[in-house]
T-cell receptor, first 112, second 113 residues
Framework: GENVEQHPSTLSVQEGDSAVIKCTYSDSASNYFPWYKQELGKGPQLIID?????GEKKDQRIAVTLNKTAKHFSLHITETQPEDSAVYFCAASLNSGYALNFGKGTSLLVTP | SQTIHQWPATLVQPVGSPLSLECTVE??????LYWYRQAAGRGLQLLFYSVGIGQISSEVPQNLSASRPQDRQFILSSKKLLLSDSGFYLC????????????FGSGTQLSVL
């Protein structure tokens, strides 16, 4: 089955700096890659997603890049703010319509 | 718009007691429904998913079971809780049919003592 690896497990940046979280996947047939943000005590919220026919997608301060050849994708957050502090999860799907395979999460701390 | 409701938000149960967590989705029909568990400091583990009423698939054999008595209702149960059942339980839904966007509920923090 699909195996998603996520790095780093923790990340601390100063407010205003950029943060990058990387994920690799094992199944080259995977074609859908979402990112979720989970605040303490809450359920994960979808923040951005990308499909395998696109190399990059941007939404204001967040962007996701995908390298299908290398089987890795990354989340980029620019001009970080304290409210960006949360756990971020990447995931990959085979377009099966029923399940996502998640990475183990990255705890991001943005210090003022 | 679609909304997902999950309750209770927190639950403390003794070992050996039964469990029933409920999840309902509003604003859509025939959703795919999921139960995930999140242990402290770890990722999201898929426990069960359902593509329709009475159709349950289990990803991990364990002490838990799931049922879908109605189209938009998903229930997670246990007859006898174990200490290892402690964790953060998340219900989620998607539209299915190849549309993978997954939307999570607010979660239930279960502590088994």
């Amino acid at each position: 089955g699909e195996n998603v690896e996520q790095h780093p497990s923790t990340l601390s940046v100063q407010e205003g700096d950029s943060a990058v979280i990387k994920c690799t996947y094992s199944d080259s047939a995977s074609n859908y890659f979402p990112w979720y943000k989970q605040e303490l005590g809450k359920g994960p919220q979808l923040i951005i997603d990308i499909r395998s026919n696109v190399g990059e997608k941007k939404d204001q301060r967040i962007a996701v890049t995908l390298n299908k050849t290398a089987k890795h994708f990354s989340l980029h957050i620019t001009e970080t703010q304290p409210e960006d502090s949360a756990v971020y999860f990447c995931a990959a799907s085979l377009n099966s319509g029923y399940a996502l395979n998640f990475g183990k999460g990255t705890s991001l701390l943005v210090t003022p | 718009s679609q909304t997902i409701h999950q309750w209770p938000a927190t639950l403390v149960q003794p070992v050996g007691s039964p469990l029933s967590l409920e999840c309902t989705v509003e604003g859509t029909s025939n959703p795919n429904l999921y139960w995930y568990r999140q242990a402290a400091g770890r990722g999201l583990q898929l426990l069960f998913y359902s593509v329709g009423i009475g159709q349950i698939s289990s990803e991990v054999p364990q002490n838990l079971s799931a049922s879908r008595p109605q189209d938009r209702q998903f229930i997670l149960s246990s007859k006898k809780l174990l200490l290892s059942d402690s964790g953060f339980y998340l219900c989620a839904w998607s539209l299915g049919q190849g549309r993978e966007k997954l939307f999570f509920g607010s979660g239930t923090q279960l502590s088994v003592l």
